[in-house]
């Protein structure tokens, strides 16, 4: 089945004609590129990229705490799937580092930092999904986000004159107030190096990170795929990987060997959180119009040369995972909805990529097909908006997050222990609602 991770290969078919060399960096600080001597000082930043970044309008702390807030506000049942994605990574880092204090009636539990530590932090050209935005809900403010997170808790707890701006490291009630609140987690990062799948998306990411100010010496950036780029000895504490094994960057067969590359990455002990796209199921009724038109667009793409969408399933993942030597602690499901705006851009971008990019080499035949399809799209548009018009709806799609950890030096796999199965993720709000009534 077709799913919208189709919609950034279109973007960038359209925006970037031609990536660079996988090689490519931008390291602003000596020592934070492992595979090469070359440091690219600020001043000679490519395209004019140090201009734009002093033109960047830096912000200020109750910018950041607003900003944070609302990656917090998870309650509110009209957030984006993919804050709601991030808030559950944040949870299953501190439930990680602090696997003791599970005990919602311990009123006298601490409040704590987890920490992120290195971080790699992968999204690639196919990272997207209707919910949400291309890099996992905007992960360069969530990440800026985390070298902020103590002075944003601080601010937080002087603005509302409480001392319950961070959550508590129980977990089992991330509303830690009575009135229902949302509380921040406790998440520290030290540095992080971000890979882009161009250069154009890349320098866009770029002066986000600048107006967070996490630029500098606290992060390395690079541009490419992630099995031809050189790490040499670096390794992390923490992975976050976002479309990497949902696309076609790779053949199929070769899958596993990327899986076997992110994971040699990890330092004894690491985390690997990958987000990715279950297969696109039907559903039933109207609704279906999300794979109709993800059909239609598949369909031009193959015509034209394209390779397919390979969407590995997570039990698949799971199980490469555990032959990896790695051990799978949470494995969640998260339904993802599409309003009309989410099916009009990928629409408007397939039929401008099929208008621009796809060469018809001058014939009547080809110009045609390409005319039909233009045709097909706007159709389906016309009844998307008619299906989602009045708000986002199902279309079959699921992404998901897997965590898992690598053990420490001297420690065995886990084998006694089975393969954990996807579970569908329901809001704790919700959940205990449910459970009152």
Not at 17 to 32: A, D, F, H, Y
Not at 409 to 425: F, H, M, N, Q, R
Request: net charge negative.
């Amino acid at each position: 089945m077709m799913n919208a991770s189709i919609l950034l290969l279109i973007l960038c078919y359209c925006c970037c004609s031609s990536i660079v060399s996988s090689e490519e960096q931008v390291c602003t600080t000596p020592g934070s590129c492992e595979d090469t001597d070359t440091i690219i000082p600020p001043e000679k930043l490519p395209n004019g990229m140090q201009q734009a970044l002093d033109d960047v309008e830096r912000y200020e702390l109750h910018e950041m705490h607003e900003s944070l807030k609302e990656i917090a506000a998870e309650i509110n049942e009209n957030v984006g799937i993919t804050t709601v994605m991030q808030r559950h990574v944040e949870r299953l880092l501190i439930q990680d580092q602090y696997p003791n204090t599970n005990n919602d009636e311990d009123e006298t539990q601490e409040e704590k930092y987890a920490t992120f530590g290195s971080l790699l932090d992968i999204s690639t050209a196919f990272s997207v999904s209707w919910g949400g935005s291309t890099e996992f809900g905007g992960k360069v403010s969530w990440i800026g986000s985390m070298f902020w997170r103590k002075d944003i808790i601080d601010f937080e707890k002087k603005k509302e004159k409480s001392q319950h701006g961070i959550c508590r490291t129980d977990l089992t009630n991330d509303y830690d107030k009575e009135n229902k609140k949302s509380c921040i987690h406790g998440i520290t990062i030290d540095n992080y190096v971000s890979v882009r799948p161009t250069p154009d998306k890349k320098h866009e990411h770029m002066e986000l990170a600048a107006s967070w100010e996490i630029l500098g010496d606290k992060g390395t950036w690079r541009t490419g795929k992630i099995m031809d780029l050189k790490f040499g000895n670096q390794k992390f504490d923490t992975i976050v990987a976002n479309g990497m094994i949902a696309g076609s960057d790779y053949e199929l067969q070769d899958m596993d060997l990327l899986l076997e590359k992110v994971v040699s990455l990890l330092k004894p002990g690491g985390v690997l959180f990958l987000i990715g796209t279950e297969p696109s199921k039907r559903v039933e009724g109207p609704n279906n119009i999300y794979n109709e038109i993800m059909d239609v667009i598949n369909s031009v793409k193959k015509l034209w040369g394209e390779s397919p969408i390979h969407n590995m399933p997570a039990t698949w993942t799971i199980r490469t995972l555990d032959r990896l030597g790695v051990n799978v602690f949470s494995s969640t499901l998260f339904p993802a909805k599409a309003a009309y705006e989410d099916m009009a851009q990928t629409v408007g971008d397939a039929i401008e990529w099929i208008e621009e990019e796809a060469d018809d080499g001058g014939d009547e035949m080809w110009a045609g097909i390409k005319g039909q399809y233009v045709e097909m799209l706007e159709e389906l548009l016309e009844t998307g908006e008619a299906v989602a018009g009045r708000g986002p709806v199902y279309g079959g799609e699921d992404q998901y997050i897997i965590a898992s950890k690598l053990p420490l030096d001297g420690e065995k796999k886990d084998d006694k222990s089975p393969l954990i199965i996807p579970t569908v993720y329901e809001p704790k709000a919700k959940a205990k609602k449910k459970a009152q009534s």
